[in-house]
């Protein structure tokens, strides 16, 4: 089994970013959850949601050592899909029962995928991923960025994931 899976989140999923995912993800030969596919609803300080898809979803990564989060760039920020996902992290923390669920992030290492139309991601996004991570006790292992201003072309990065994939490699 691969230590690593990916968590993809994108209003397309055949879109740039669902591309290059799946490159990526074909490339390591790893499983692709697809939060549109979730019912994961926003944090909700009463728990209300506490019975939708978000706790299957995340008792799935926690058996990876390695997590790649994939979106794209939205606003300087991730997907709204993926944020909410990321939000929902805050359950481990209020909830008592789900406390150590939570902890079990510690220890893991979260890698980006993402696209945008500029020449690199912009490091208030990269900045809210690794201060999440190192929040959540997980350690930065990296991105790797599309620039799609003129259409997602395979060969305009085939050499940044080779690197990319050789650094999830070695972790």
């Not at 669902?18 to 490339?27: A, R």
């Not at 909700?44 to 506490?50: E, L």
Request: net charge negative; glycine share 8%; charged share 25%.
């Amino acid at each position: 089994m691969s230590k690593t899976i990916a968590v993809f989140a994108s209003a397309r999923r055949n879109g740039n970013t669902g591309k290059f995912i799946d490159w990526i993800s074909s490339e390591l030969d790893i499983d692709v959850i697809n939060l549109l596919d979730k019912d994961i609803s926003p944090y909700d300080y009463d728990h209300k949601n506490i019975g939708d898809d978000f706790l299957s979803v995340m008792n799935k990564l926690l058996d990876y050592e390695n997590i790649i989060f994939a979106t794209p760039v939205y606003w300087y920020g991730p997907s709204a899909q993926m944020k909410i996902f990321i939000d929902r992290t805050s359950d481990f923390l209020d909830v008592d029962e789900l406390k150590d669920i939570g902890r079990r992030l510690r220890n893991k290492t979260g890698f980006v995928v993402c696209t945008s139309i500029s020449s690199d991601a912009d490091s208030s996004f990269l900045n809210s991923f690794k201060d999440t991570f190192r929040y959540l006790g997980m350690g930065y292992g990296g991105y790797v960025h599309a620039n799609c201003e003129n259409g997602f072309n395979l060969q305009d990065y085939q050499a940044d994931v080779d690197k990319f994939i050789q650094l999830i490699k070695g972790y």
